[in-house]
C-alpha cells in the first residue's frame, strides 16, 4: 500500500533491513510482537514498487512511504512465527536492466524473562 505524503516514521531503535540486489539476501531475526524497518534503496531511474511479503502469516505491513530519493521504507510488525522472504523492484520496467532487491526475515518465539523458580545460584555466587 502506497501512503506517499504520509509521514511513516520509524523508530531508530526499531531493527531494520535494507533489501540488496546481492548474494547471500540479507536476513533479519526478530521475535514475534516486534516492529520492524524496511529500506528498499533507490535506483537510477524510476520509484521502487510496493514492498512484496511472501508470508502474511508472519509479517504484515503497517505503513509504506516513497522516500524523497525514490527509494522505500515499509514498516512491518512481527506477527507470527516463520520466515518471510521480501521482494521489490522499480517502476517502470526496463528492457536494459531490471533490479530486484531482496531480503529475508525470520521471525521466532517471544522470549520469555526468567523467572525466580528458573534461575539456580551457583555456590560462591
Do not use: F
Request: charged share 15%; with cysteine; net charge neutral.
Amino acid at each position: 500500500t502506497q501512503t506517499t505524503g504520509t509521514s511513516c516514521s520509524a523508530n531508530p531503535a526499531w531493527p531494520y533491513i535494507t533489501l540488496d540486489d546481492r548474494l547471500p539476501r540479507p536476513t533479519l531475526s526478530v521475535p514475534v510482537g516486534v516492529v520492524l524497518v524496511v529500506e528498499v534503496p533507490r535506483w537510477g531511474w524510476g520509484e521502487a514498487t510496493d514492498l512484496s511479503i511472501s508470508n502474511t502469516r508472519v509479517l504484515q505491513e503497517q505503513c509504506s512511504v516513497l522516500l524523497a530519493d525514490h527509494g522505500r521504507r515499509t514498516i512491518l510488525l512481527a506477527v507470527g512465527r516463520g520466515h518471510s522472504d521480501l521482494e521489490a523492484t522499480v517502476t517502470p520496467a526496463s528492457n536494459a536492466a531490471m533490479p530486484a532487491w531482496l531480503g529475508n526475515v525470520v521471525v521466532t518465539a517471544v522470549a520469555r524473562p526468567p523467572t525466580a523458580s528458573s534461575l539456580k545460584v551457583v555456590a560462591g555466587d
